[in-house]
């Protein structure tokens, strides 16, 4: 089992940078690949990024790469998503997600899930 809890969102101008932190607890969290999404007003949950359990390895959505990192420390069982050159499209509640999968990209590969941190971009 494992529990995940977000923060460092909030509201943010157009063009600034955020950094959201997600804290792990429960056991082996090295073990798992880890996974950030989002979900705008009235839309689906999209993936975002991820970083691979093991060799960190990392993905990125098409629509994020340049502007977003996604990092881990195993020691601080702490995943992280750096944003950089925010936009209004971002505002978005992000969550945080785990799963034991090597390669997860989709909502379903993922095993648990944070309660999410809310992203307002607005001038």
């Known amino acids: 089992q494992v529990q995940l809890v977000e923060s460092g969102g909030g509201l943010v101008q157009p063009g600034g940078s955020l950094r959201l932190p997600c804290a792990a607890s429960g056991r082996s969290f090295s073990g798992y690949t880890m996974g950030w999404f989002r979900q705008a007003p009235g839309k689906e949950r999209e993936f975002v990024a991820a970083?691979?359990?093991?060799?960190?390895?990392?993905d990125y959505a098409d629509s994020v790469k340049g502007r977003f990192t996604i990092t881990r420390n195993n020691a601080k069982k702490s995943v992280y998503l750096k944003i950089d050159s925010l936009k209004p499209e971002d505002t978005a509640v992000y969550y945080c997600?785990?799963?034991?999968?090597?390669?997860?990209?989709?909502?379903?590969?993922?095993?648990?899930w944070g309660q999410g941190t809310q992203v307002f971009v607005s001038s």
């Open positions: 997600a785990a799963a034991q999968l090597y390669a997860a990209y989709y909502s379903g590969d993922y095993d648990y």
């Open positions: 970083i691979r359990r093991g060799d960190g390895n990392t």
